[in-house]
């Protein structure tokens, strides 16, 4: 996936979040907010069901609220509605002059949320966005649209087509992971 910073997550295995899914302070703990679907996550320790998850990305400089793949790059991994504890790790500038923070998270997630293997979930995906997006017209290339162009198309064609928002999220995700780089 391009885009992945160039620090190493935790010690902890690579998993992948199958669905929107909520972080949360401890095991059934405070709720922090949301990670989207398809968000890379390091595995720290599992505890009753619950595993304590390391997510690093990007945030623009004092927003605190979101979490993304990359500078300039607006592939949501993350929001936060809670107090989450963000370690900034450095700086850097976008092509815009936009200051972004490399920020890293640790927080908690139901076990049953993660995969091992994020093709698996663009596969279900590819076939939901074939089967939704198609219906009207000529299905479009996800390589025909930047990943900062695809969020405000799905948002638009997401309640023509009858998705929900978990669906809309899911797809969104997905024309980025696939999108023209």
């Given at each position: 996936?391009?885009?992945?910073?160039?620090?190493?997550?935790?010690?902890?295995?690579?998993?992948?979040?199958?669905?929107?899914?909520?972080?949360?302070?401890?095991?059934?703990?405070?709720?922090?907010?949301?990670?989207?679907?398809?968000?890379?996550?390091?595995?720290?320790?599992?505890q009753a069901g619950f595993s304590q998850v390391q997510l690093q990305?990007?945030?623009?400089?004092?927003?605190?609220?979101?979490?993304?793949?990359?500078?300039?790059?607006?592939?949501?991994l993350a929001s936060f509605t809670g107090q989450v504890q963000r370690?900034?790790?450095?700086?850097?500038?976008?092509?815009?002059?936009?200051?972004?923070?490399?920020?890293?998270?640790?927080?908690?997630?139901?076990?049953?949320?993660?995969?091992?293997?994020?093709?698996?979930?663009?596969?279900?995906?590819?076939?939901?966005?074939?089967?939704?997006?198609?219906?009207?017209?000529?299905?479009?290339?996800?390589?025909?649209?930047?990943?900062?162009?695809?969020?405000?198309?799905?948002?638009?064609?997401?309640?023509?087509?009858?998705?929900?928002?978990e669906q809309t999220q899911l797809l969104t995700r997905y024309a980025?992971?696939?999108?023209?780089?």
């Amino acid at each position: 996936m391009a885009g992945l910073l160039v620090w190493a997550l935790g010690q902890g295995r690579t998993a992948y979040t199958g669905a929107a899914t909520s972080l949360l302070s401890a095991p059934k703990g405070a709720n922090l907010g949301s990670l989207t679907p398809g968000t890379r996550v390091a595995v720290l320790k599992e505890q009753a069901g619950f595993s304590q998850v390391q997510l690093q990305g990007w945030s623009p400089q004092g927003g605190a609220t979101a979490l993304f793949e990359a500078k300039g790059q607006r592939v949501l991994l993350a929001s936060f509605t809670g107090q989450v504890q963000r370690r900034v790790r450095g700086q850097g500038k976008d092509e815009g002059g936009t200051v972004w923070e490399q920020v890293e998270v640790v927080g908690w997630v139901a076990k049953s949320a993660l995969i091992a293997d994020v093709n698996t979930l663009w596969k279900q995906a590819g076939v939901l966005y074939q089967q939704r997006c198609s219906t009207c017209h000529a299905l479009p290339e996800t390589g025909k649209f930047t990943a900062n162009q695809w969020p405000p198309i799905m948002r638009g064609m997401g309640p023509r087509s009858g998705l929900t928002a978990e669906q809309t999220q899911l797809l969104t995700r997905y024309a980025q992971a696939h999108a023209k780089r």
